[in-house]
């Protein structure tokens, strides 16, 4: 189409992201400040090649999504908080388009930010700026169409900012005890309560979040993740709040005692030496002493304590720390095992780079049933999961190819999948069905076949969990 969508899909969240980033700074600073110019600069000098020969350069906000040239921008993790922001600022002033075109400069950018900061303070935002940036060479504005209050997009948007919350409270948490501060149960508290809130409203959306796996950050998005696998299953076997709030706490900070492992151990790519295993072996009494020795002593630090302790023990007492004699684990440590090791093993970490699709590690952990983890335990975690979880990549018997993205509870080999090639092997985009879905004769018009590796075929499954309506 053009050759933005044809080139450059990085370039164009780029585009987004920067814009975002002009606008945030200079909602601290003034437009004359030297950070503020520097990001107006990075932006003006991505900007200029493309509006080179006359060309323009339209962003359009349309529900959820920017489209840059009608060619819708993909999100990504790394951009999301700069999406959202940006999302919101447009919402807020009706705008729905800005169009670059001509020989854009450092100063249109400046004037256009004055613009759009100042029309805020009017009764008619939108309007006070498209008068505004009527006297500015090369930019354009448009009104935002369809503005509508859509509640599923509302209740997604919320679940995106609760999930990215959660990673950002618990990185402030492990930063204090980093720090040698205590531990900030409040802060732990609120995160998880309000996963379990939107857990208890929409536990699909929210479950399909720990399958996004594009993250920098290991330690911290494994936690939220292993928090929320942990809440979920607690929910299948009827905990009441209190008790999940108990869980959720204590799988947030189940590997608290990696916080003082040195990064080069934590992040080598190389195997580990005999003394770097004592020591990552070591996180689990680690992480009892942070708990027991900077929170209040009440029933969530000692659960969370118990499940520090237990988390690498195994079902079977046959991990670590070695203990003398084989006892049974709290509840608590036997779900957040499942937890912990599902979400280890689909996630891509640097001692062990390749993760595997979610149906395999749902196979291993099967095969370890009653040695590493609760067989009870397991059978409702697959029940919840689906024999194909959120995020496995399958071929159905049409010759069409998707990305599963909603489990089915009733019939758990029949989940909700987006479509990302037809039966030619046509790429596709962003159609979502269902298999429990039944032609005219009564027979499922679709049925998987298999599971294939979606890494081999260089999808990356974040943008499509991201994007989909769940
Ligand atoms: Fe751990
Ligand atoms: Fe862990």
Known sequence: MNRLRSKAIDEARDIVSRLAISFKIAQTYSVGNETVERAIDAFVLMLKPLLRGGERLDIDLHGDYFY??????????????NFDFLINEFRKRGLGNI??????SRKHIQEFITAFNA????????????????????????????????????????IKKSYFNAVSNLKSVVTRVQSGQT?????????VNSLIDLMLQEEQMLVSMTAIKDYDDYTYYHSVNVSILSVALGLKLGLNKKRLSELGIAAFLHDIGKV????????KAAPFSDEEWEIIRSHPIEGVKTIVGSMKMDSVTIRSAIVSFEHHLNYDCSGYPLVVAAAQLDLYSNIITIADRF????????YESTPKPPEEALRILVDRAGKDVDPALLKIFIRMTGYYPIGAMVVLDTSEMGIVCKSNAELPDRPSVILLFGSQKTRIDNVMVDLAEKGQGGNYLRTIRKTVDPYQYGINISEYLLEANA
């Open 68 to 81: 840059i040239n009608n060619a819708r921008v993909r999100y990504s993790v790394q951009h999301y908080m």
């Open 99 to 104: 169009a670059f075109s001509g020989d854009i």
């Open 119 to 158: 029309c805020l303070s009017t009764d008619i935002p939108f309007i006070t700026l498209q008068g505004d940036v009527d006297i500015i060479d090369s930019i354009e504005v448009g009104p935002l169409k369809n503005m509508r209050s859509d509640s599923l997009m509302d209740v997604r948007r919320t």
């Open 183 to 191: 531990v900030e149960v409040r802060k732990a508290r609120l995160a």
């Open 260 to 267: 003082n492992i040195a990064g080069e151990i934590l992040n």
């Open 343 to 350: 979400d280890a093993m689909t996630s891509a970490r640097v």
